[in-house]
């Protein structure tokens, strides 16, 4: 079975070892990508069919009906904001479709505030292998990120 991982923000993709984070840089929760998002307030979506497990402000992640967990982190250090800026629009436990809105923000107002905007989008707990077709460029929220081989 693959899954296909949508991006969450429209954006460009950029390598993980771009996140000035090394955290996520280093692949240590798992393999993605991270969208360098488009400024402006926007919309952010969930990448996957599932259940919300894990829900903050500036973070969530989906966990499919086969146990995937894919993790969208919106900023870097943003959790030091407590909130501000972000505005949640699903609640902890509830059932998405990829493509719903989860999370409203601006991330020219995050940037304007001293954090980076970049978004990593994480396959929780996947080797690097299992990923394919990973995406380059430009993306719109929705589009393809990668597959990942389950």
């Known amino acids: 079975m693959t899954l296909r991982v ?10 993980l070892t771009e996140v ?5 840089a280093q692949a240590m929760v798992g393999p993605g990508v991270a969208v360098e998002p488009e400024r402006g307030s926007a919309e952010v979506v969930s990448p ?11 973070a969530f992640v989906v966990a499919t009906e086969d146990g995937a967990g894919v993790l969208v ?12 800026g972000f505005a949640l629009h699903v609640a902890k436990g509830e059932s998405v479709r990829a493509g719903q809105p989860v999370v409203t923000w ?3 107002e995050v940037e304007a505030a001293g954090f980076s905007p970049v978004c990593p989008v ?11 077709d990973q995406a380059a460029g430009p993306v ?6 990668f597959s990942w081989r389950r």
């Open 6 to 15: 949508t991006s969450p923000v429209s954006g460009r993709v950029v390598p």
């Open 20 to 24: 000035p984070d090394p955290v996520f």
């Open 48 to 58: 996957v069919d599932g259940t919300v497990v894990t829900l903050h402000p500036h």
């Open 73 to 84: 982190h919106l900023g870097i250090d943003t959790v030091k904001r407590k909130g501000e």
């Open 106 to 108: 601006d991330p020219a």
């Open 122 to 132: 994480i396959a929780l707990d996947a080797a690097p292998e299992v990923l394919l």
């Open 140 to 145: 719109a929220a929705g589009d393809v990120l």
